[in-house]
C-alpha cells in the first residue's frame, strides 16, 4: 500500500506563487509516472501537469509556460511550482501516482484570489 501526503496549499493573490508537494510513502519498488491533477468547483477533475521516471513532462495548456513540475526519486516526491497564478487556477490540487497500481492523494485546496 501506498501513502500519498500532500502539501502546500492556500490562499494567494493573483499573480502569486505556490509550491505543491506530495510524499509518497509505504511499500514502494519503482515510480512510473507522478503527477497532478485538479477539480474545481462543479466541474470534472483534470489534469494539470505529469513527470515520468526518467524526467519527462507534460503540461495542460492552462499549466504551460507558468506551472513547472518536478521530482525527487530519493524522496518519492513530486513538486508543483505554481507562478502567475490566476483566479481560474482555483481548485483542489490531487497528487497521483502510479507504481504497480494508480495511487491519489487527498487534495489540497488552492485558492486565488484578491
Known amino acids: 500500500q501506498v501513502q500519498l501526503v500532500e502539501s502546500g496549499g492556500g490562499l494567494v493573490q493573483p499573480g502569486g506563487s505556490l509550491r505543491l508537494s506530495c510524499a509518497a510513502s509505504?511499500?514502494?519498488?519503482?515510480?512510473?509516472?507522478m503527477g497532478w491533477y485538479r477539480q474545481a468547483p462543479g466541474k470534472q477533475r483534470e489534469l494539470v501537469a505529469t513527470?515520468?521516471?526518467?524526467?519527462?513532462?507534460y503540461y495542460a495548456d492552462s499549466a504551460k509556460g507558468r506551472f513547472t513540475i518536478s521530482r525527487d526519486n530519493a524522496k518519492n516526491t513530486v513538486y508543483l511550482q505554481m507562478n502567475s497564478l490566476k483566479p481560474e487556477d482555483t481548485a483542489v490540487y490531487f497528487c497521483y501516482v502510479l507504481t504497480h497500481s494508480p495511487y491519489w492523494g487527498q487534495g489540497t485546496q488552492v485558492t486565488v484570489s484578491s
Open positions: 513527470i515520468g521516471g526518467s524526467g519527462g513532462t
Open positions: 509505504g511499500t514502494i519498488f519503482s515510480i512510473n509516472l
